[in-house]
């Protein structure tokens, strides 16, 4: 967190999942005190707390050339959504927290590089939003968050799925 006379003015967070994973997220500086000089102190300080290990982040598009300047590279886009969903959700969609755990944790590894169960854990049980998931070949296909009406990341062996 950054301070200026004791007033948070920015955040970053540095998640080191393991020696060969660190993620970089949620970096933000409020808007009278951006392109002074304090998210780059900020962001400096979550480049020590990885040490010049493996990382990634999310990026708004705005920020993409940054990030290069520091090395980080484009791998994947994706999209957030919003909206109200109308109608059933179709039968062959289910319940998250109805599958067995450590499946979802074997498919999620499939697709971040790091085993993550407490995150899962909380993210299926959301209290303002469900985990669903899709079961192809007795094997979770595909896998996505609603809460709040928005969409969380998600991922899928079927393009047409996601």
């Given at each position: 967190?950054?301070?200026?006379?004791?007033?948070?003015?920015s955040c970053i967070s540095?998640?080191?999942y393991n020696y060969n994973f660190n993620f970089i997220g949620i970096y933000i500086v409020k808007s009278q005190w951006r392109k002074q000089g304090f998210g780059l102190k900020t962001w400096q300080q979550a480049l020590n707390l990885i040490n010049q290990k493996p990382a990634a982040l999310d990026a708004v598009l705005q920020q993409v050339d940054n990030y290069h300047k520091f090395g980080f590279k484009p791998t994947h886009n994706h999209?957030?959504?919003?909206?109200?969903i109308k109608g059933q959700i179709s039968e062959?969609?289910?319940d998250l927290k109805t599958i067995?755990?450590?499946q979802l944790c074997r498919y999620d590894s499939q697709y971040f590089p790091a085993y993550r169960?407490?995150?899962l854990k909380q993210w299926i049980n959301q209290p303002h939003g469900t985990g669903y998931g899709i079961i192809n070949n007795n094997e979770l296909a595909s896998k996505g968050c609603l809460h709040n009406l928005?969409?969380?990341?998600r991922s899928s062996d079927f393009v047409s799925i996601a």
């Open positions: 967190m950054g301070k200026l006379n004791g007033e948070p003015i540095a998640v080191r999209c957030r959504y919003q909206g109200i062959d969609i289910i067995n755990f450590e169960p407490q995150f928005l969409s969380s990341p």
